[in-house]
């Protein structure tokens, strides 16, 4: 379920260099146990949203966002000087960008509402709140 924001939402990487906001909604939060978002974030997981691609702004230090590509269809967008990832483009869906929440400086107004990928997830982590797992991705499933 959308959050519903009353101005825009701000974040930005560790060193302050990226700034961005978010005009728009977050929605489909969820927590990704992927091996890529395992390494990407040196976590057991990454916490993540989804926003309209139009509604996302870099406010500041565009110049220094670099982008890796994890997978054929997705490229992970980081600061440069800091390392802090901050987004997913999706080149297969870009109407859409993902949000590392950990990244926003406020409330988002959504939760995480599911695990996915969690066949991949790091072995050391057991997964304790009630939300639904899938061991890929809804719709995926086999």
């Given amino acids: 379920m959308?959050?519903?924001?009353?101005?825009?939402?701000?974040?930005?990487?560790?060193?302050?260099?990226?700034?961005?906001?978010?005009?728009?909604p977050l929605r489909a939060a969820e927590h990704c146990h992927c091996g890529m978002c395992r390494k990407a974030h040196g976590a057991a997981f990454s916490t993540n949203a989804a926003v309209a691609t139009a509604a996302l702004t870099v406010t500041a230090g565009a110049d220094l966002l670099s982008e890796y590509p994890s997978s054929v269809n997705r490229r992970k967008c980081?600061?440069?000087?800091?390392?802090?990832?901050?987004?997913?483009?999706?080149?297969?869906?870009?109407?859409?960008?993902?949000?590392?929440?950990?990244?926003?400086?406020?409330?988002?107004?959504?939760?995480?509402?599911?695990?996915?990928f969690v066949a991949s997830k790091a072995p050391?982590?057991?997964?304790?709140?009630?939300?639904?797992q899938f061991k890929v991705y809804p719709g995926v499933e086999s």
């Fill in 124 to 132: 050391w982590y057991a997964i304790a709140d009630t939300l639904p």
């Fill in 78 to 116: 980081f600061c440069s000087k800091c390392g802090s990832q901050l987004f997913i483009r999706r080149l297969n869906d870009p109407q859409l960008t993902v949000i590392a929440l950990g990244t926003l400086d406020d409330d988002p107004a959504v939760r995480p509402q599911r695990h996915v």
């Fill in 2 to 24: 959308p959050g519903v924001i009353n101005s825009p939402l701000r974040g930005g990487c560790l060193c302050g260099a990226v700034r961005y906001e978010i005009t728009a």
